[in-house]
């Protein structure tokens, strides 16, 4: 290929060409899926419009364009073994794609796919090569149609034309739900590039796994929806979804060998060679990490970006791992101190164009990375020491496989990630036990009380309900995009019963004492979302003759709400007609915790940095909680400063400017998104402060109409959640004035003790506290003077022993000072001789001090091994150098008889 086009060019092109094409550009979605909870990492450009195929979404175009940023490093799809040791698979990749929902077909998918490629960027047609789908069970039929429309495109080879079966050419989104063929378009690089050639069973060809055919792109035509493992309906709209694979087309358009030698990459590479001091011949010698730290340096950053810091589980587990691996991979090239800031600043530099989120995060990724290098490298070092260790171990014995619980104690003391820790085994062809592994991380995650990384929805049930959705949509008054949702306006609202639901079975009527779940036409019962959690309320009928309370508000499946709860009085059927009632007070409560939530966000951003991004919320009735990124505790003037902030606005009394608006527009605006929400082309917006909003984001929630409504707000606690991430927890409205009213009786319960006024509170407090201070200072003088007295009374008794002085004293309450002070007066006193000091403090606990006479020291006598012996004989432990010792015990009866024979000990 000789066009020289950057790869920021061949994204432009790519997108330019398809909306020349009537196609609309829409912006990758975030790294984290928004509402698809069974996924950890946005891994195909088609996760954001996974709605749209299942018919619950609809969006207002029916051709889209974007590149998306994906991830493939955990769960179905995961590449990690496979990124370093090839050229083509990268953890964070972009892809391109082209969609159809429901307009054009494969006709057209394939004639634009060939005209891009070897029209516009002149790709060798005699190097292309598709495949086709056809079943090798005989049971679908085969993709015929997309076959003839290749042979169609001017100056395809028909050879080139292939079929495959259900691995390669038949896509499913899952077990049930809309699926299609597929056909990919493969590259042959050359039969230099086939990696197989020493293998006698390698037969060189597309899908035979060498390196020889790069795929490319692949077509994905959905046109069955299977609703059961052996039965596919046709869809009554067909849609494409294509995915291109970016680096590899940037890696054939510049004609070079690998996807790190394009120019997206290779300023990576560079950047690492320099720092390592490595000519490029030995670089190319030893490219696999080179190729670690590059990719791994990319999706860490980008990750960042997108809100994931590295933390213990979860999204939080892979941004650590991968930083650490990078780290790991950079010591192999002799980059021992952090260095993965100085690789993100090359991905700024290359990719904040396209993705603007980069440059807006840059120095939280470079901070978070630094940190989380600095912090593995504490823990590396003694980690792979213990590696080594359980290496021998497993070699003496001759075993092939590490213990999963080991692996786990090796992350969880020394910080040594799973994968890392199979790096280094793979490296000494041994293997860990990973199911060993996860069980223990689970077990330990249950341990410590943390969380499940993932809620309820989308669970068990997601299945039964959506089965039960559709069937509702055919059958019931449901409108066909699902139940009518509006938690803004309705608060109580008349509706019918269009479904029922009792031990996970439909049915047609619940009756009193029971729990159950009603599903309603239209509701005004918020569902949690975005940290606000739903509204509880009654649903009636009959005037109150019949009433269920509802206990949880779940959307279990696309389409339809649950109200789930407890039939109090009566009984409800289907297609009842009732009133559903949402507890006002309680959502009053809720709505002030969240527009504070709104407030307190701008307020942190304010006082602390534009760093600070939300990691989480909880909008509950009782408290708000919200996470954000920062690494260190807030002072107390912070956290003063942040709540002073807050009342402030509060008091300004703003008005709330909510607006539904587009997303690109809303975005152009400043307004804050939530990472790891999923937002439509349309979204909701909610601002604060005319001109210029001091805080703007993107929210469905529900909130006041103006701020004064809130009350006041009081910051409960401030706390770490995580690594890098702070806690916030606070109240409003009802709870603060709760929490104020309480406090001001227990100040007023103090001020009555101390018998002042609340204003002398203080002052008289630091009064009595210096009292207190001068009268154990009294305590003490009088305390030494009478130890002093016994101490006197102690030396007239003093024992000789071949002319040695042996002093012994029990006293009672003393200090340590005290017998200290007692030590030196002995040596001063007796030119040769030893003293024993024991001071009683409370029951059970004797102090000891011994001290011996320089000559005597001399002599081989030693007040740390008579301690030593003492101590252990009245039940403790005790020691310290010849001259003076200091022990301790609990055994009085036995010291007073260790002080009558003391003459023994010596
Ligand atoms: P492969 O078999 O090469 O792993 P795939 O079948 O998993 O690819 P798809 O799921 O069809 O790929 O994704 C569409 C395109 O995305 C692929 O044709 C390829 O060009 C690209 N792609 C897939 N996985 C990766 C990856 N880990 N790194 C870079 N590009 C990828
Ligand atoms: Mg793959």
Redesign the pocket.
Known sequence: MSRSLSGNQIRQEFIDFFKEKGHQFVPSSSLVPGSDQTLLFT???MVQFKDVFLGTDKRNYTRAVNSQK?M?VAGK?N?LD??GRDD????????LGNWSFGDYYKKEAIAWAWELLTHKWGLDKSRIWVTCFKDEKGQIEADQEAADNWQLQPGINSDHILFFGRK?NF?EMADTGPCGP?S??HFDKGLEYCDKQNDPKHRCGVNSDCHRY?????L?FIQYNRTSPIKLEPLPSKHVD????????VSVIQGVDS?YRTDLLLPLIEMVRQLSGQSEKERDENFTPYRVVADHARAASFLIADGVVPGNVGRNYICRMIIRRASRFGSKLGLNEPFLGKIAEKVIEQYSLAYPELEKNHKTIIDNLTREEERFQTTVESGLAYLEDAILALNSKGITQLNGKLAFDLYATHGLPLEITRDVLREKNLEVDQEGFYNAMEEHRINSGAGKEFGPQGGEDAEFYSTLGDQLRKTSRLENKGVQYDPYTLSTTESEIVGLVFEQESVKQISEGQKAGIMLSKTGFYIESGGQVSDLGLINSEKGKNVFEVEEVRKPAPGIIVHFGKVRKGKFSVNDMVTAEVDQKRRQDITRNHTATHLLHAQLRKVLGEHVRQAGSLVAPDRLRFDFTHPDALSSEEIHQVEDGVNQEVLNNYTLTIAQKKLSQALDEGAMALFGEKYGEEVRTISLGGGKPFSYELCSGTHVNETSEIGSFFITSEASAAAGIRRIEAVTGRKAYGLMSMRLQQLSAIKNLFKCSLDEIVSTSEKILAEKGHLLKELAKFGSIAAKNEYQAAKSRALILDGKSVVTLLLKDSSIDTMRELADSFRQDFSSGIAVIANMVGPGNIQLISTVTDDLVKKGISAGILIKKISGEIGGSGGGRPQLAQGGGTNLPKLKEIFENIHKYL
């Open positions: 891994n195909a450009g994906c493939r799809h590449d496979d990124v083509l698979h990268h953890t964070f990749f972009e892809m390669d896509w597929c990919e378009i790069l795929e490319l792109w692949n994905v294509t995915g291109m694979g970016f680096e590899r087309i996807n």
